[in-house]
């Protein structure tokens, strides 16, 4: 079993920054693939970025590429999702999610996850 919570969701302006985070349980941490989801009212679940539990890899939504960076610490068996420049339609609650891959350098921004956080809100004005 993995226990996933998400933090440092808020209101910001429109080209401004958050960073959230996903604080995992356990000690497999560095076993499991991890996603930041996001979902907006009214809108489908989507994929936002992915990293691999070796951390070689990572993939990103075409939406937020080259503004969103995530990133893992292992130290702290924790990711993170650094949102810059973000735009209303940025706005949504932010889930993360793991998965354990037989590769340690795959990850997925559309395949299932057998584990989420309970979400962080995002609210963007313009």
């Known amino acids: 079993q993995v226990q996933l919570v998400e933090s440092g969701g808020g209101l910001v302006q429109a080209g401004g920054s958050l960073r959230v985070s996903c604080a995992t349980s356990?000690?497999?941490?560095?076993?499991?693939?991890m996603g930041w989801f996001r979902q907006a009212p009214g809108k489908e679940r989507e994929g936002v970025s992915c990293?691999?539990?070796?951390?070689?890899?990572?993939d990103t939504a075409d939406s937020v590429k080259g503004r969103f960076t995530i990133s893992r610490d292992k130290t702290k068996n924790t990711v993170y999702l650094q949102m810059n420049d973000l735009k209303p339609e940025d706005t949504g609650v932010y889930y993360c999610?793991?998965?354990?891959?037989?590769?340690?350098?795959?990850?997925?921004?559309?395949?299932?996850?057998?584990?989420w956080g309970q979400g962080t809100q995002v609210t963007v004005s313009s």
């Open positions: 999610a793991a998965e354990s891959y037989a590769h340690s350098a795959i990850c997925s921004l559309t395949d299932y996850y057998a584990y």
């Open positions: 356990g000690r497999t941490f560095s076993s499991y693939a």
């Open positions: 990293i691999s539990s070796s951390a070689r890899t990572t």
